[in-house]
Every structure is written in C-alpha cells, then in structure tokens.
C-alpha cells in the first residue's frame, strides 16, 4: 500500500532563518506530488506542484521554492521565512488517474516568530 | 469573490442530528466536486467524489451537486461524535492531467455532541 511521510511535524522558526521541510511517497511511482498551505481559519491554497523529476509549477509567487530531486521526493524551501509564512504546510500525492483523490500527509506546523 | 465560499461554522449539532454543509462556487467550468474531512492536526481524507450534477451516497453520507446554481452540499444523518471534524469542499475543471490542482473552501468545522 501507499504512505505519504512528511517531516519535521512541527517547526518554530525566527524570521529570516531558512526552511527545508521534506515530503517522501512510498509503494506507487512516478506519483503528482503537491505542497499545499492551510492559514489559520482558511482552506487549502495550491503552492507547488510536480508532475516529474525536476519539473515544478509554481501557483503563487512568494518566498518559498520547491524541488523534486528524487521521483518520490518532494521539497519545500525558503532562504529567508517571513511572518506570512506561517500556517500547516500539507504534502500530497495523486495517481494522475482520477481527478481529486489526493492523498495527504500528516502535515507540517510552521510558525515563524 | 472567492472561487469557492464556505461557511467556517463552527456548527455544533447533537448525536443522531442530520447534518448539512455546503459550498457555492463561482467558476462555471468546474465539473469535479469532492468533500474532504480533516480531523484537528491531521491531513485531509477525501470523503465523497463527484463529477457533474446529481447526487452520490455513501453509507451515512450523501453529495449533492447543482450545477445550475453552481451549489454543492453533503449531508450526513445519523451523525456520530466521530464525525466531529472539519469539512472541505474541492473543486476542479481539469479533466486530465494535473489531477489534484483543487480549489478548496474555507472548510466548516463541525462538532457532534454526545
């Protein structure tokens, strides 16, 4: 069966100091993989997302970079965090065969002091 | 205006009520509506999966979608504390590719008392 792992769980961060969360799927291969951010009080907001090795679309320009240096590794990335960036950062996975059947991680807290 | 509004609640009902939670949208080429349920701290689960208009049942849970209005709701009867949890719509137009680009709502947070 399939995992999604996602690591660290919960991140205290002062700003301007960098970030690296990280997102690895187990038992499927050539998966889509998604980093979404839920704020507080609001829904999911699309940040990245990878159809392949290298490939990575970015939805919304902001301080965050994405990178897929593995097939079913999938990495957040800042330089510098700001206050904004703050929220439950959630990596997902899809087949790519049935529309909106993602499968999330357990999630990543991230508060920036 | 948001793509997908959704009333955050939270909504408290007692054990065994019916429950209904609903979603309006604006973008006419969405034909993919799911409901996810998020337990507090916990990733999202898909929950019901429709395409289109109509109505899908799952055990307890039921999803409706009017196209025409551009109205997705799910109810849930005989609700249980265990459904206690928060409660997303999605949406999507893309019918290949990129299959998990969703727009979600707020999410409505929903409290079953014994």
């Known amino acids: 069966s399939q995992t999604i792992h996602q690591w660290p769980a919960t991140l205290v961060q002062p700003v301007g100091s960098p970030l690296s969360l990280e997102c690895t799927v187990e038992g499927t291969s050539n998966p889509n993989l998604y980093w979404y951010r839920q704020a507080a009080g609001r829904g999911l907001q699309l940040l990245f997302y990878?159809?392949?090795?290298?490939?990575i679309s970015s939805e919304v320009p902001q301080n965050l970079s994405a990178s897929r240096p593995q097939d079913r590794q999938f990495i957040l990335s800042s330089k510098k965090l700001l206050l904004s960036d703050s929220g439950f950062y959630l990596c997902?996975?899809?087949?790519?065969?049935?529309?909106?059947?993602?499968?999330f991680g357990e999630g990543s807290r991230l508060t920036v002091l | 205006q948001k793509e997908v509004e959704q009333d955050p609640g939270p909504l408290s009902v007692p054990e065994g009520a019916i429950v209904s939670l609903n979603c309006t949208y604006s973008?006419?080429?969405?034909?993919?509506f799911m409901w996810y349920r998020q337990y507090s701290r916990k990733g999202p689960e898909l929950l019901m999966y429709?395409?289109?208009?109509g109505n899908k049942e799952d055990g307890r849970f039921t999803a409706q979608v009017d196209k025409s209005s551009k109205y997705i709701s799910l109810f849930i009867r005989d609700s249980q504390p265990s459904d206690s949890a928060t409660y997303l719509c999605?949406?999507?137009?893309?019918?290949?590719?990129?299959?998990?680009?969703?727009?979600f709502g707020q999410g409505t947070t929903l409290q079953v008392k014994p």
């Open positions: 973008n006419s080429a969405f034909q993919y």
């Open positions: 990878s159809v392949g090795i290298g490939q």
């Open positions: 429709t395409y289109s208009s």
């Open positions: 999605a949406m999507s137009a893309t019918g290949s590719g990129n299959t998990g680009k969703l727009i």
């Open positions: 997902a996975w899809s087949g790519g065969r049935a529309v909106g059947e993602l499968f």
